[in-house]
């Protein structure tokens, strides 16, 4: 369906007059976004605290990771959904009732203190909109510029995270230090608020009469558009590959640079701050390769980029378990980050570029549950083999299972050849 609320613009209007970086329609979509990732990292403090202060640590757990059950269940209608109202439109929609029901439990908890089951409760509403939510952001850059610059937007997107990602917990510790729960709350919620008007801002291109109707015809269901979109996938010789390299690299990742860290910071002695360290050293790198594929724009042979990152990235991540001491660890840990933020942001970039503009939603539903479904399954997995046999063997074998995808990479010769648009 062709989304008529969207504000159309002409087709002359995004093309290439000036790159993504300073293009103030893009600007304002990467401002919005921002801040609503910002929001987000604000909220899930605020949920953690509250559920910490509520209830038991096992309790606090549960409603911490509740919201990941209707974000993975619900994922993939909500691309169905973002493909046939509109990016633009389900975006604005779900960001404001996001924001709007953080605001109410930031109101109620500053009158009252209704204990756990409304932290649960705003966990799956919360996760339930973002089923929705990220499928449409994900979306939604294809409309704003050309193909020429997604690659450069993808950059953009990777810097509003690591931003985020920075800025967001100190916010969040502030709110609860001076208010508690329910001003960490209300933060989260202004924040999302403000990025409301700056997506309403947000010029989109309308699309041709072929693309608008290639996969969500007027009268198919939102079933067969939903197996239009995974043939889609399947039988493209570039996103087919691209899904297993992206699975792969998210299964050998997750794990150790998550709960695999904090059991190795225990096991060298490098405490709490050590392990802020090797994050941070994460963090700069791939906050770099952001930064540069922003600048550059456009990296020749992508597909072969991609996968060329991908190896090497994962035997620094072998080489993580192996650091001698935490200067060592911290060093790595950038290469890390410099590896792995090239090659996802190369993959992302091929996926946007690759996949036609009608199948996007579904397409970055895929991805998203891959990245945010299945990938952190492999937590307790790693966390329960560290146990058994340390942190090397299991730092080996993610580092194996990620490598894995840049094998997929370089034997998929579409994959392997893959080019960025000019």
């Given amino acids: 369906m062709t989304d008529l609320t969207d504000i159309p613009t002409r087709g002359a209007s995004l093309a290439t007059e000036r790159p993504a970086h300073r293009d103030p329609n893009v600007l304002r979509w990467v401002a919005a976004y921002t801040l609503s990732m910002v929001g987000d990292m604000v909220f899930y403090l605020a949920l953690s605290w509250a559920a910490v202060q509520n209830g038991t640590a096992a309790q606090a757990g549960i409603v911490t990771a509740v919201s990941a059950v209707p974000r993975a269940l619900l994922m993939l209608g909500g691309g169905v959904v973002a493909d046939r109202f509109g990016p633009r439109r389900v975006v604005i929609g779900s960001d404001a009732v996001r924001c709007g029901t953080v605001l109410a439990v930031a109101a109620v908890l500053f009158a009252t203190d209704p204990g756990l089951w409304l932290l649960a409760l705003l966990a799956v509403v919360f996760g339930t909109v ?3 939510f990220l499928p449409a952001v994900g979306a939604l850059p294809a409309r704003i510029t050309t ?3 997604l690659a450069r937007v993808q950059g ?28 960490a709350f209300a933060c989260a919620g202004l924040l999302i608020a403000v990025s409301v008007p700056l997506l309403v801002s947000v010029r989109v291109r309308e699309l041709p009469p072929d693309e608008a109707t290639a996969g969500t015809a007027r009268d198919s269901t939102a079933w067969r558009d939903l197996r239009a979109g995974l043939r889609h996938i399947r039988r493209h010789r570039v996103l087919g590959p691209l899904m297993i390299t992206i699975a792969l690299g998210d299964l050998g990742f997750v794990g150790p640079l998550n709960v695999g860290l904090t059991l190795l910071a225990d096991e060298r002695g490098w405490g709490a701050s050590g392990m802020g360290w090797v994050l941070g050293g994460f963090g700069t790198g791939a906050g770099v390769a952001a930064l540069l594929l922003t600048v550059r724009g456009r990296v020749p042979h992508a597909g072969l980029v991609a996968a060329g990152a991908i190896i090497p990235g994962a035997a620094a991540i072998a080489a993580l378990a192996y650091a001698p001491g935490l200067p060592v660890a911290v060093g790595t840990a950038v290469l890390v980050g410099l590896l792995t933020g090239l090659s996802g942001a190369m993959c992302g970039a091929l996926l946007q570029t690759q996949t036609d503009t009608a199948y996007l939603g579904r397409v970055t539903a895929v991805a998203g549950i891959v990245s945010l479904g299945i990938a952190p399954l492999s937590m307790p997995l790693s966390a329960a ?12 074998v993610s580092a194996v299972v990620c490598a894995l995808g840049g094998v997929v990479a370089l034997c998929a010769p579409g994959l392997r050849r893959a080019e960025l648009p000019k």
């Fill in 130 to 132: 973002d089923a929705v």
């Fill in 147 to 149: 193909k020429d610059q």
């Fill in 156 to 183: 953009m997107r990777g810097l509003g995270i690591r931003f985020a990602a920075v800025v967001g917990a100190p916010l969040g510790g502030l709110g609860v230090a001076v208010g508690g729960s329910a001003a």
């Fill in 385 to 396: 083999a560290i146990g058994v046999w340390g942190t090397g063997p299991v730092f080996v």
